[in-house]
């Protein structure tokens, strides 16, 4: 089932998108920063011209369609538990955390403060053990360990905090081979690696139009690895694409099929996820505007434009400009996801963070998922048929009656939507039962809880140890 | 003494990103006998000033913004053509060496950083992003720079902020180069910790703490 779904782009205009952002790669061209992938796209034909220290190269569109048809419309996206295995495919969604936190509220003593590898293995253990997330993005940052090492670092707290699949950045070409020999010690070899790999890479396009050294390197090196790899774009309209949203989806477009193009390059039928977190500059401020209503708008280009692609899409929304778990945090959370929703992502991101992407909160994911839960329940619509109809028992209760006490009832009750922590006591019951409080705090209750309470799948003997001799390898 | 209308205009001018009408302004005045330097001094300096504080109070987008310093390098031009001896009608309060450090390609922020500080009268070097500690230490050097604002939106590239601080100082550099650090995840605290001498929140703000380490208005 389908359920209910925004279309709001013609056919026609998607052409007009796409006709546009060819017209950019083949004429325009993009930025390579890295001789090696500027090899890769010449070899297939592109023309090279030379910019400054490196090369723009200009993609033909039959290699564009050609990559294009390659890239997979559905793959598996494996758990280190099979249970956890997630199908991506046309009409699947699913949500996961927001990526590049620098700074968490402490669980403890809400103390605003930098994170630490401890609150990312933290926050993995939370949304392991959330069900509203079928899979994981890295939230923060092991800002405790050094630089060059950090994804590594990064990784060993999230596999060592979930049996779910992990997505993150993997830096540099050098730490995406470190990140998949580690992930390949967390489920019995290399050998066990290659058929169910349960790690991916996320990479970013710079815009306007630019693939970094390390973002090509990195595709480079998990496309040859057969790790999925989720390009994630942020053109921020007014400042590093048109200030309209037709023109950004183009450039935005133009980046993603770019990079696209690259790792099918470098290995075909390598899975590629379309993915953006676009939104405006405000232009009084010069601060990305990441929960404007631009965002909403564009995130349905991007499901749309991926869908008229055939591959699958990944959307930033629900990130919230606030600095406080407050009103603003939840218009902002819930206006965009359930857009994102609607026009039918199939990776939403974004729960858990504030203060545009730079503060995760773990009350925050928690009210998070909650919401996520409502969401995905008017996405799902109403089912007609008789049975739902219910002609026969309106007619047996008639008027006057109750429905409390039919087996229309009894049969379909579980599948009312449920409430957790958001509250619909009457006052009386709300005093008596939980005190009276804030759903912030119960929020930041129920985090302690389960991080404390839920023990994740354990790691198989031996992988932590593996772990750290390949990240002591690498710190030497 | 100059015409209080022209006054009025100057800033007018700027605001509303009136090029053409900018460069007649300058042509007339000039060609009427009047003095260079105080067109500048009572015109066209306040009016960037103006403008500068109209984006400070939210009150005009960062492209006007952006197209009054472009306005006003234009006029300081053509001033500086008429004058002899090499007088520079505008005085520049200061020159700024700014860049991305290594390992960074994100850029946006600083290039308004670089648009807001030549729209307030710094000289601005902008060395572009992705530039190593030594060719930030160098390039300082060669344009004898006041001030050295680097800027990182990771937190992975933020420990090249403070190997620039560690660079200086062993090269006895330190006193010669006050610096500041910005971007999304850098703090005041972060700033005080690595040595920096001012941490800005954003480009107005480092504006005002340029103004505040070099002591101009």
């Known amino acids: 089932m389908l359920g209910y779904q925004i279309e709001g782009i013609t056919n026609e205009q998607l052409h007009r998108i796409h006709h546009a952002s060819i017209k950019i790669l083949e004429n325009t061209g993009i930025k390579i ?6 090899e890769i796209f010449h070899g297939a034909g592109s023309e090279i011209v030379k910019k400054g220290d490196c090369f723009v190269v200009k993609i033909p569109p039959s290699v564009v369609s050609d990559c294009v048809q390659w890239a997979p419309e559905r793959f598996v996206l494996y758990g280190r538990d099979p249970k956890h295995d997630h199908l991506i495919e046309p009409g699947s969604s699913c949500y996961t955390l927001f990526g590049e936190n620098s700074y968490t509220n402490d669980l403890y003593t809400l103390k605003h403060r930098t994170c630490t590898k401890k609150d990312l293995g933290d926050a993995t253990r939370l949304a392991d053990a959330l069900d509203e997330f079928a899979i994981i993005e890295k939230c923060m940052g092991s800002r405790d360990k050094p630089a060059e090492t950090q994804s590594m670092h990064n990784y060993e707290a999230i596999v060592s905090n979930t049996s779910k699949h992990a997505f993150h950045g993997f830096f540099s070409g050098r730490n995406s081979i470190k990140i998949v020999e580690m992930a390949a010690a967390c489920v019995g070899g290399m050998e066990n690696f290659i058929k169910r790999p349960c790690v991916s890479t996320t990479v970013c396009p710079t815009s306007p139009l630019t693939l970094s050294k390390n973002c090509c390197d990195v595709i480079i090196e998990c496309s040859r690895l057969g790790v999925v790899v989720c390009s994630i774009t942020m053109p921020l309209s007014g400042a590093t694409a048109p200030t309209t949203i037709a023109g950004t989806l183009v450039v935005q477009n133009a980046e993603l099929l770019g990079s696209l193009v690259l790792t099918q390059l470098t290995s075909k039928s390598t899975p590629f996820i379309y993915g953006s977190v676009g939104t405006i500059m405000d232009l009084k401020l010069g601060n990305p505007a990441v929960a404007a209503p631009e965002c909403g708008v564009l995130n349905v280009g991007t499901a749309k434009m991926a869908q008229y692609y055939g591959i699958p899409s990944w959307c930033g929304s629900g990130v919230s400009g606030s600095k406080l778990m407050d009103v603003q945090a939840a218009y902002e959370f819930n206006t965009n996801t359930a857009i994102a929703l609607l026009a039918g992502s199939n ?11 730079l503060t995760f909160d773990f009350a925050k994911l928690i009210l998070d998922a909650e919401q996520l839960r409502n969401l995905k329940w008017i996405k799902n619509g109403m089912d007609i048929s008789d049975e739902t109809i219910a002609l026969e028992t309106i007619q047996s209760v008639s008027s006057g009656g109750e429905y409390l006490s039919s087996k229309h009832t009894l049969k379909h009750m579980k599948s009312m939507s449920q409430r957790d922590l958001f509250d619909c006591m009457d006052r009386d019951t709300w005093v008596k039962k939980i005190g009276g409080k804030d759903i912030i ?9 389960l991080i404390k309470n ?12 593996a772990m750290e001799a390949i990240i002591n390898e690498c710190e030497i | 003494m100059i015409d209080k209308s022209i006054i009025e205009e100057t800033a007018e001018v700027l605001i509303k990103a009136n090029k053409d009408r900018a460069i007649e302004i300058v042509k ?22 103006a403008t500068g504080d109209l984006f400070g109070r939210g009150r005009l987008f960062l492209p006007e913004l952006i197209q009054a310093a472009e306005i006003m390098k234009v006029v300081t031009d053509m001033v500086n053509e008429t004058l002899s001896g090499g007088i520079n009608a505008k005085q520049e309060k200061g020159t700024v060496l700014i860049a991305t450090v290594q390992g960074d390609v994100h850029d946006i922020g600083k290039c308004i950083v670089v648009s807001l500080m030549q729209a307030n009268g710094f000289k601005v070097h902008d060395a572009g992003r992705d530039v190593a500690t030594q060719q930030i230490i160098e390039t300082a050097i060669e344009i004898d720079a006041d001030i050295i604002g680097t800027s990182a939106l990771l937190t992975t590239t933020m420990p090249r902020q403070k190997d620039l601080e560690v ?4 090269e006895g550099l330190k006193d010669r180069f006050k610096t500041v650090v910005g971007g999304a995840p850098v703090t005041p605290r972060w700033a005080a910790r690595i040595g920096a001498d001012a941490y800005a929140k954003n480009a107005q703000d480092g504006v005002e703490k340029i103004k505040e380490l070099l002591s101009v208005e």
Not at chain 1, 441 to 449: G, L, T
Not at chain 2, 167 to 170: A, G, Q, R, T
């Open chain 1, 33 to 38: 920063e890295s001789d090696e992938a500027t």
């Open chain 1, 347 to 357: 990776v939403i991101y974004g729960c858990g963070s504030i203060e545009s992407g």
């Open chain 1, 441 to 449: 705090e119960r929020a930041y209750e129920k985090a302690r809880f």
């Open chain 1, 454 to 465: 839920h023990k994740p799948m354990a790691l198989p003997e031996g992988a932590e140890d």
């Open chain 2, 28 to 49: 007339n005045y000039l060609s009427d006998g009047g003095s260079p330097l105080e067109l500048m001094e009572e015109g066209f300096i306040p009016g960037i000033n």
């Open chain 2, 167 to 170: 660079v200086l100082k062993s």
